[in-house]
C-alpha cells in the first residue's frame, strides 16, 4: 500500500485474503509496531560515507531525499553546524519516488561533520530530533562524520 512502510502493506506470499478493518491487532502490531507505519518526510546522506577520509577542497555531499504522496520541495544541507545550504535537487519523476540531490562545499583538512534535512511540497521539514525506527518509523536529521587531510 502506497505511503506505508513495509511491515504494514508489503505482501510476500499470498495463501488467503480477509477483508478486515484496523479494529483488531495484527501480527507486527503484536511484536511492538504501530497500527498504520506512514511514509515520513525523510533525508539520508550517501557520499561521503561516514569515517572517509577524502582531500582537503571540494567535497560533493549527495543523498536521496522521500516524501510519498506529496514530494520533496527542498533539501538543506550543513558543514560543521554552519548554515543550511539549499541542495540542487534532481529532475522530480514523481511525488512518490525518491529525489536525489547534491551540493558541493570548499572544505580545509581536519574532521567534518555533515547533516541534512528535506521538506516536502506541503512545507513539513524533517525533524531534527532522533527516534528509533520501532514503532513507526525513525525520524531525525541524518549526519555523517569524515575527514579531510
Known amino acids: 500500500m502506497p505511503g506505508l512502510y513495509g511491515y504494514v502493506s508489503a ?3 499470498l ?15 503484536k511484536r511492538g509496531w504501530a497500527k498504520q507505519g506512514p511514509i515520513k518526510t525523510q533525508s539520508r546522506i550517501d557520499r561521503p560515507r561516514r569515517r572517509d577520509s577524502l582531500p582537503a577542497g571540494p ?3 549527495a543523498g536521496i531525499a522521500w516524501a510519498q ?8 544541507v550543513r558543514v560543521d553546524g554552519g ?22 562545499f570548499h572544505l580545509g583538512p581536519g574532521e567534518h561533520t555533515v547533516q541534512c534535512r ?15 525506527v520501532l514503532p513507526d518509523g525513525a525520524t531525525g536529521w541524518h549526519s555523517v562524520t569524515f575527514t579531510c587531510a
Open 11 to 13: 505482501t510476500k506470499w
Open 59 to 61: 567535497v560533493t555531499a
Open 118 to 132: 528535506a521538506t516536502d511540497r506541503a512545507g513539513h521539514t524533517q525533524p531534527e530530533q532522533r527516534r528509533p
Open 69 to 76: 504522496h506529496t514530494g520533496i520541495d527542498r533539501v538543506e
Open 83 to 104: 548554515p543550511w545550504r539549499t541542495a540542487e535537487l534532481a529532475t522530480d519523476v514523481s511525488r512518490d519516488t525518491w529525489r536525489m540531490w547534491r551540493v558541493t
Open 15 to 29: 495463501v488467503d485474503a480477509e477483508v478486515t478493518t484496523f479494529d483488531r491487532q495484527h501480527y507486527w502490531e
